[in-house]
């Protein structure tokens, strides 16, 4: 009895030494953030804040833009570990590829613009949101079926190093991909590959599919500029009044140096003169004083349509007008120059509009359906849903097809919100998806979608307030913070439903 006692006792305090180093771990790491080298001068945040409150709303805006394109990869990530507990590490790869199909797909629908431009008809958009889904959907079903079936029994670790090494074969996959725009040069039926250039390695470029323009100029049209002094201080100022000045003034001078090769000219061409001819016509003051009126012509045709509009200005209003020049086009004054207009474009709405009704769909599909029963009840107890009928090797497969297509999805939606891509781009939307899963409970359908909306804004107030390279660092930190007071994530639960 006494050595059961002691063997409680010893596992009580081994158990409670444990939690005060996980405590001590993040504290220490926190301590490591809170200094300059992470870039929380919280005096220097507080005075950026104060000086453009507007700035916050504008990043949340972003923050929430690009979370709602990790939570689309995040609900896959999630699915698949509800359903047979396994990381798919491979789902980050499989976006990237579906990014490639996506640009490929909107190759043939590619125009030029007047300006040198690249875009394509907005029903073109939605008709190549079909091919990466698709591509992904049945990639995904081949991935399943060649490296994590045959491992279905086997020890979980084999299983996660399987899914590494898929992840691997997928990014070399992505960098042979990008190098079919070399095809283009055997000849133009492999145009359709001009839009992944000659260099496989370096970024590719999506064409513009939506505007950037800012849908509150709509409800809140951007203030005037009001010019300080003179008659026109009742009108604003356009660009089109600063090229009219501008003209003028050039055009005043060419006028002058016109006028002044003009008399040079008939000065050189004037004859000579005997000097008796001289002496008979210096006596002639009027012609000197004509002489001078010439000269005073002259010089008024020099000067005056060429007045200093510079100094003058800057004598009447105290400012350089050149350098409002910009902030007047844009119909900022330089009050106002540093202050943060915020934006929603188009494509803001789009991606969150988008991510919500794909979670949507997807929590009905799982609750609703025939299917979706199946999946939670492969979920609970693979063994007893086997018993009951169920096949087990559709509905995974099943699983892992959903997955894809929503990694085609966010593929797609990462060209039209980012116009780019890069085949390492896998890795890193991954990781933050992956996070974003365990962050609000892996398995949890409306927890991913929380985990990325967080990580979202978390990483956009991090690259404004603080510094880029440690965003990633913060992102982990709350991570840390939260698996240790919530393992399960933040909506997790232990136990029931995974999915």
């Not at 892992?400 to 990694?407: K, P, S, V």
């Not at 974003?436 to 956009?460: C, E, F, K």
Request: charged share 10%; net charge negative.
């Amino acid at each position: 009895m006494q050595a059961i006692y002691s063997a409680s006792t010893a596992k009580s305090k081994t158990r409670e030494r444990l939690m005060r180093l996980l405590v001590l771990i993040p504290s220490a790491y926190l301590i490591l953030l809170a200094g300059q080298p992470a870039g929380l001068d919280l005096v220097k945040i507080w005075g950026t804040i104060a000086n453009d409150p507007a700035i916050l709303l504008q990043q949340l805006i972003n923050g929430l833009a690009n979370g709602a394109i990790l939570v689309i990869i995040a609900l896959g990530y999630t699915l698949v570990y509800g359903i047979i507990e396994l990381v798919n590490f491979a789902h980050g790869d499989v976006f990237m590829l579906g990014t490639f199909t996506a640009l490929l797909s909107l190759s043939p629908f590619i125009v030029l613009t007047p300006t040198g431009g690249t875009t394509v008809p907005w029903w073109a958009i939605l008709i190549c949101f079909i091919p990466p889904m698709v591509f992904c959907a049945a990639l995904n079903v081949f991935i399943e079926r060649v490296a994590y079936r045959p491992l279905r029994n086997a020890p979980k670790i084999i299983v996660l190093i399987s899914a590494i090494g898929m992840s691997f074969i997928l990014q070399n996959v992505g960098l042979q991909l990008a190098s079919l725009g070399k095809l283009t040069q055997a000849g133009p039926q492999f145009a359709v590959f001009g839009v992944l250039g000659s260099n496989n390695a370096a970024p590719k470029s999506f064409p513009t599919m939506l505007n950037n323009d800012n849908l509150l100029d709509a409800i809140f049209p951007p203030p005037a500029v009001v010019a300080p002094t003179g008659e026109q201080s009742q009108g604003q100022i356009s660009a089109d009044d600063i090229a009219a000045t501008a003209d003028a003034s050039i055009s005043a001078t060419m006028d002058a140096q016109a006028a002044l090769d003009a008399q040079e000219s008939s000065a050189e061409a004037t004859p000579d003169v005997s000097a008796g001819a001289v002496e008979a016509a210096t006596p002639e003051v009027p012609a000197v004083e004509d002489a001078a009126a010439a000269g005073a012509v002259v010089a008024d045709a020099t000067e005056e349509p060429t007045p200093d509009i510079i100094a003058t200005t800057q004598a009447e209003t105290g400012e350089n007008p050149l350098g409002n020049t910009a902030a007047a086009v844009a119909g900022t004054t330089d009050e106002n120059q540093q202050k943060t207009r915020v934006r929603i474009t188009i494509k803001d709405v789009l991606v969150i509009v988008v991510a919500i009704v794909l979670m949507l769909a997807l929590r009905w599909f799982v609750k609703n359906t025939r299917l979706g029963k199946a999946m939670r009840a492969t979920a609970q107890n693979r063994d007893a849903a086997a018993i009951m009928g169920i096949n087990i090797d559709r509905i995974i497969a099943l699983t892992f097809a959903i997955g894809g297509m929503l990694a085609g999805a966010a593929g797609m939606m990462t060209g039209i919100y980012n116009g780019s891509a890069v085949f390492t781009m896998g890795f890193t939307a991954g990781l933050r998806s992956f996070t974003a899963a365990v962050l609000g409970g892996i398995g949890n359908i409306t927890g991913a979608a929380l985990g990325g909306i967080i990580i979202g804004v978390l990483s956009a107030f991090s690259d404004q307030f603080l510094s880029v390279r440690w965003t990633n660092a913060w992102v982990f930190l709350v991570l840390v913070l939260v698996m240790l007071f919530r393992p399960t994530g933040l909506l997790g639960q232990d136990g029931g439903e995974k999915a």
